[in-house]
Each structure stands twice: as structure tokens, then as C-alpha cells.
């Protein structure tokens, strides 16, 4: 008679949470694998992690967020936002970004983290988020659709990258900004 076999699923639990330095080389390895190997961003340079460094310190120094996922010790991701553009006048807008790892993207981790963003802009009493999304990206164009965003732009040729022009794909989507 044969034992049953026994099978042992290990299920690594995803949270969201605010990033410490600490998380950086996982951003960093996130950040230049999408440089590398996508148009989502429109950099052809790796960074180094004094770069990245500045940047968080940057970021989190004038109080905007930048989040991680995190799935058992590993980074699976991360989000963050910053103004639109340097003028004051653009005070109530914020663009963000988010970039999941490519074994766990399709995962529900990119919306859940537009999620947790959105609520953090509110929290800061943003009024609209801005999206600059590659027009190739479908995933992310439907993501940004399914989360209350809508196509307000669309700039044809603006950007270049493996030798090829890029469209850019503008959203926006309003918010409650509740807490003043
Ligand atoms: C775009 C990105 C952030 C989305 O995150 P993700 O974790 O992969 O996406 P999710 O699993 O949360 O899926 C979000 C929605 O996109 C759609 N989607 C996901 N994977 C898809 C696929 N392979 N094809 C088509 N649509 C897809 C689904 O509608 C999904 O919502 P649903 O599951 O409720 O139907 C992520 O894929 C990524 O980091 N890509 C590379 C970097 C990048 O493009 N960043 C965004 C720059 S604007």
C-alpha cells in the first residue's frame, strides 16, 4: 500500500510597506533590470546606489513616499510618486511610478501598490495623480485604466530608445484629497 504523498505549498506573503534605505539594492536591481530591458523607462544608464540613494533621500526628504513590496525578505517591487513638475503652481499634482519585478509581475502586485499610492497621495491632500505611461505598455495602460484613470494625452515620437521613437501615453485620475 502506497502513502499518500504528501505536498507542501509554501505560500510567501506579500505586504506593502514604506521603504528603508536598507531596501535600496532590491529597488536598485528592480530599477536597471526595467532600464535595461524595457521602455517603461526612458533611461538607457544603469544607476548606482549612491544615485538611488540621493533619490530616496531626495524623495522621502520633501515627505513623498516611496513603497515597497516585499514577499518573504525579497523586494518584489516598488512604488513612489513626486510632483508633476518643479513650479509651486503644480502643488495639487503628483506623478508616480511602479515597477514590479518581472517573475512576479501579473501577480496583482503593480494594482495593488497604484492602491496604496493613491491612498497616500489623498492622505496628503493631492488632488490628481499623473501617469507617463510608455503607449507600448498595455499592462500598464490597462492597470492604470481599471484603477479610475483616463488617457488625457497622447505624444507622438517624444522619446527614443533601442533605436526606436516612443509614444507617451498621459493619465490622470482625480482624487478625493481629503485631508488637508
Ligand atoms: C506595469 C506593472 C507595474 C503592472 O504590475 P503587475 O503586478 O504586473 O500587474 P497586476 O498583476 O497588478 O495587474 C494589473 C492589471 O493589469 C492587467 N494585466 C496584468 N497582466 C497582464 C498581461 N500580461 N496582459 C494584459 N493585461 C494584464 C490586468 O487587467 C490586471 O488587473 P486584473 O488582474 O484585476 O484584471 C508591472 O507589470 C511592471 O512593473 N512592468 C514593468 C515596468 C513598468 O511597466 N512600470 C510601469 C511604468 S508606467
Keep these: 500500500m502506497h502513502q499518500a504523498a504528501r505536498r507542501v505549498i509554501i505560500v510567501a506573503v506579500m ?3 514604506t521603504a528603508f534605505p536598507s531596501d535600496l539594492a532590491g529597488i536598485l536591481a528592480i530599477y536597471n533590470d526595467a532600464v535595461l530591458t524595457t521602455t517603461a523607462i526612458w533611461n538607457e544608464t544603469p ?3 549612491a544615485e538611488r540613494l540621493a533619490w530616496f533621500e531626495e524623495r522621502t526628504g520633501a ?4 513603497l515597497v513590496a516585499e514577499e518573504g525578505t525579497e523586494i518584489v517591487g516598488y512604488g513612489t510618486f513626486g510632483p508633476f513638475r518643479p513650479h509651486e503652481g503644480y502643488r495639487p499634482t503628483v506623478e508616480h511610478s511602479i515597477y514590479v519585478a518581472p517573475a512576479h509581475q501579473g501577480a496583482g502586485i503593480g494594482k495593488a501598490m497604484l492602491r496604496e499610492l493613491i491612498k497616500a497621495a489623498e492622505n496628503m491632500g493631492k488632488r490628481v495623480m499623473v501617469g507617463a505611461i510608455d503607449a507600448a505598455n498595455d499592462v500598464s495602460l490597462v492597470m492604470h485604466e481599471a484603477m479610475g484613470f483616463r488617457e488625457v494625452g497622447r505624444m507622438a515620437g517624444v522619446g527614443e530608445k533601442f533605436g526606436r521613437r516612443l509614444d507617451l501615453v498621459l493619465m490622470q485620475r482625480e482624487l478625493s484629497g481629503r485631508h488637508h
Design 15 to 17: 505586504q506593502i510597506r
Design 47 to 49: 544607476s548606482s546606489y
Design 63 to 66: 515627505g513623498f513616499p516611496v
